[in-house]
């Protein structure tokens, strides 16, 4: 499938589609304690989604069983919220979250603490987010994809963390997953060139360890291979003339 440039009409389509998103991420936030379970977070996510008259967009993609991913400690994304998974204090978690409006989708997440978190889990909460931001700096039509993938290895690599390799942002639109595909560390090819109109999913995914992810026998959790703790930034941008925007931080 091309790489889509969206017309002006379909830029406004793509902007309510995310600010109804960022909405439904900053209710789930404030609603993460230990004690509750991931299903408890879906349940949630999902009835927001509704409520704002939009359609959860990863609910039964490619059979993918429920609406937010909830994703805890070592795994990466793609958890499958689970009613006897509660979230103990000192977890992390990542709710990826996704819905449709109008037929325009949009795609967001954010790894939280749970309740007190070591330093450690926060600074690779802390280091995940910058990642996102340093890889947009280079988000400018003229650039091009690995201007963006250079940036996030760039800055992370001297944490000594691990860049999933296996799991890559993507161009986002009247579907889910667009092209280009947009890996999060250091490219040889440049890749297209950027354009204005262009909307793109960036979403670095980081392992305190080994890079390396595995997939779990539920055919979608994705858990870092040594088992260290994984954190995940994702927001739907837009490229523009001059500095990119941040679609789904409303
Ligand atoms: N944000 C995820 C992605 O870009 C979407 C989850 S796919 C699902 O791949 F199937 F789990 F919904
Ligand atoms: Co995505």
């Known amino acids: 499938m091309a790489v ?4 002006a009409k379909e830029i406004e389509l793509m902007r309510e589609s995310c600010r109804l998103l ?13 004690g509750m379970t991931t299903k408890d977070i879906d349940i949630l996510g999902d009835s927001l989604i509704r409520k704002l ?16 991913c909830v994703s805890v400690n070592d795994e990466v994304v ?40 070591s330093p450690e889990a926060q600074k690779l909460l802390d280091v995940t987010k910058q990642s996102f931001f340093e890889g947009i700096k ?5 650039n091009h994809l690995h201007d963006i993938s250079n940036a996030i290895d760039a800055y992370v690599r001297p944490f000594g963390y691990g860049i999933v390799r296996d799991l890559v942002g993507h161009g986002i ?14 490219q040889i ?16 995914m980081i392992n305190m360890g080994t890079h390396e992810v595995a997939w779990l026998d539920d055919g979608w959790t994705v858990v870092s291979d040594d088992g260290s703790l994984s954190a ?3 927001n739907t941008i837009l490229i523009t003339d001059g500095e990119p925007e941040i679609l789904t931080l409303y």
Not at 138 to 142: F, L, Q
């Open 22 to 34: 960022s909405i439904v991420h900053q209710e789930m936030e404030q609603a993460i304690k230990p």
């Open 78 to 117: 793609h958890g499958i919220p689970n009613k006897r998974r509660v979230l103990q204090e000192g977890d992390i978690v990542s709710l990826d979250a996704g819905l449709i409006y109008k037929g325009y989708h949009s795609d967001a997440a954010r790894t939280h603490a749970v309740g007190q978190i």
């Open 189 to 204: 090819r440049r890749g297209i060139k950027l354009q204005a109109g262009m909307t793109l999913a960036i979403e670095p």
């Open 53 to 68: 008259g939009c359609i959860p967009n990863f609910k039964n993609y490619n059979g993918y069983p429920a609406s937010i």
């Open 232 to 234: 995940h930034y994702e």
């Open 4 to 7: 889509t440039i969206k017309s």
């Open 138 to 142: 280079m988000a400018k039509a003229g």
């Open 173 to 186: 639109g009247t579907s889910l997953h667009e092209d280009p595909q947009i890996p999060n560390f250091r």
